[in-house]
């Protein structure tokens, strides 16, 4: 039986490290071209794959998910800020779910 | 006004929006961890100190199976090693002038939404941007969690549904914009949900845990991308 905050500490070092380690050895801009690329590319497909088709799922309503992702595509698509982004979807399932969900 | 608070505030707006995803998201950690027998502290001490959401689900269940400290660390590198990924792409961003501890700093608040956020910023990255996000993002996590362990009913479930798609709504607000004039960006966001929905929907894939699906997509869509569509120099900042 191990203690809960030995544990914490397992968790916290393990997961520091892994963000840490990167950050500090590579202090230097590279310049291998596919590595630049490929660098460059992956918070896109990274934040693509996290939100679709979760955001389908995240909500107690298949259908106020889908609105949230329609609101969100359009808004975003027109630039508009993260926070209004996120404010609109946010307010899309809740308005919606006063119908769909008792 | 200084370079420095004009980065921080700004970082304080946009986390705005990830403090209240996390807040919805944290707070059914507070509720899990305190049925999987954790103390209110514990529970608390463990939002503050890793800031992940699937690392610090998945700990909990190691916890109750009572398993080895080893277990814990490999299940945590597994799920969590994606952030090395992202730190290597945010690595990327970083002057080389800057001082260098900032980078110690900087690596705790590398979640998925903190990276999402300031690694789409034009330019360099200040340290003091990164810092407003921590600073927005790191109380919306520990306090949902407190919430949550505290009184499971206090958040009315109408209100956590809808605070679920905050982050969401961000994640399309931060790559959107920049694939309307990129034709490649916008194939890949394209290619990546579809592939996020193959690996959602197909059974033996659908098995792979979430960390996992994120790298293998990565490594292959975005190092297919980066084969078809090498970003020439003065394009690197679109």
Redesign the interface.
């Known amino acids: 039986m191990y203690s809960v905050f030995g544990y914490i500490a397992v968790m916290a070092a393990v997961t520091y490290l892994i963000r840490m380690i990167p950050l500090v050895l590579l202090k230097k801009e590279i310049t291998n071209t596919w590595v630049k690329s490929f660098l460059f590319y992956v918070p896109y497909v990274t934040l693509a794959v996290m939100t679709f088709p979760a955001i389908l799922e995240a909500t107690d309503s298949l259908i106020s998910g889908a609105a949230a992702l329609l609101v969100a595509v359009v808004l975003a698509y027109r630039g508009k800020s993260l926070i209004q982004v996120a404010a609109a979807a946010c307010a899309a399932v809740f308005v919606l779910e006063l119908f769909l969900v008792r | 006004m200084s370079d420095r608070s004009i980065q921080f505030r700004s970082g304080i ?2 986390g ?2 990830i403090a ?2 996390y807040l919805a998201v944290s707070f059914t950690f507070g509720i899990m961890a305190g049925d999987a027998g ?2 209110v502290a ?1 529970a608390v ?2 939002s503050f ?4 959401s699937a ?2 689900f998945a ?1 909990l269940g ?2 109750q199976a ?1 398993a ?2 080893a277990e ?2 490999l299940t ?2 597994v799920i ?13 961003k ?1 002057s ?1 002038k800057m001082p ?1 501890f900032h ?2 700093l ?3 608040g ?1 979640t ?1 939404e903190i ?3 300031s ?2 910023r034009e330019g360099t990255l200040s340290p003091w941007y990164s810092y407003g996000l921590i600073s927005a993002a790191v109380p919306g996590w520990t306090i949902g969690t407190l919430l949550g362990a505290v009184s499971g009913n206090l958040l009315p ?3 956590l ?17 920049p ?2 004039e990129n034709k490649v ?1 916008m194939g ?3 290619v ?2 579809a ?3 193959l690996f ?1 929907a197909v059974p033996v894939l659908s098995g792979i845990s ?1 960390g996992f ?2 790298i293998i ?2 490594v292959l ?3 297919g ?3 078809l ?3 020439k120099e003065e394009k ?1 900042d679109v």
């Open positions: 707006v946009d705005i929006p209240l995803g954790l103390s514990e001490v463990l100190t890793n800031l992940t690392g610090q700990g190691v916890m009572e080895s400290f814990m660390a945590q590198l969590n090693l994606r952030y090395c990924l992202m730190s290597c792409s945010l690595s990327q970083l080389p260098f980078r110690f900087i690596a705790y590398v998925d990276f999402g956020v690694v789409c479930q109408r209100l549904s809808a605070l679920s798609v905050a982050l969401y709504g961000m994640f399309l607000a931060v790559i959107l914009p694939a309307r960006l890949i966001i394209l990546s949900m592939a996020s929905l959602a979430s699906k994120i997509l990565t869509i975005a190092g991308a980066a084969f569509f090498p970003v690197t």
